[in-house]
């Protein structure tokens, strides 16, 4: 696969499961976890799965180069990148949870 590929593949993947992510936490927080202790502890968990899904992404798609600026300037470029679709995606979440279990 082309490595360009992989990493918007990737990155595609990473945004869809927000929501998706988002769905399970609310289902188990309604059914299974009752807590508001349970309810921030899926929530850090969720958060935690996610930038670590980001770095494995980042470390193994985002091409690896010899100078340190050109590889500053891909990190800045990925988290800006990841920033934005990550903010849409919260936002979906927010508005899929809201419609299948109320507000």
């Known amino acids: 696969m082309i490595p360009r590929w992989r990493?918007?593949?990737?990155?595609?993947?990473?945004?869809?499961?927000?929501p998706v992510?988002?769905?399970v936490v609310a289902m188990?927080?309604?059914?299974?976890?009752?807590?508001?202790?349970?309810?921030t502890v899926l929530a850090h968990v969720m958060e935690a799965v996610l930038v670590v899904w980001a770095f494995l992404i980042y470390w193994r798609c985002v091409p690896h180069v010899e100078s340190v600026l050109r590889r500053a300037i891909y990190?800045?470029?990925?988290?800006?990148v990841m920033v934005v679709l990550g903010a849409y995606a919260l936002?979906?979440?927010?508005?899929?949870?809201?419609?299948?279990?109320?507000v």
């Open 21 to 23: 992510f988002g769905l």
């Open 7 to 18: 990493l918007i593949l990737n990155v595609a993947v990473w945004a869809f499961a927000i």
């Open 28 to 39: 188990l927080s309604q059914r299974v976890f009752r807590t508001n202790t349970a309810d």
């Open 75 to 80: 990190f800045v470029f990925f988290v800006a």
């Open 91 to 102: 936002d979906v979440a927010f508005i899929l949870v809201a419609l299948f279990f109320g």
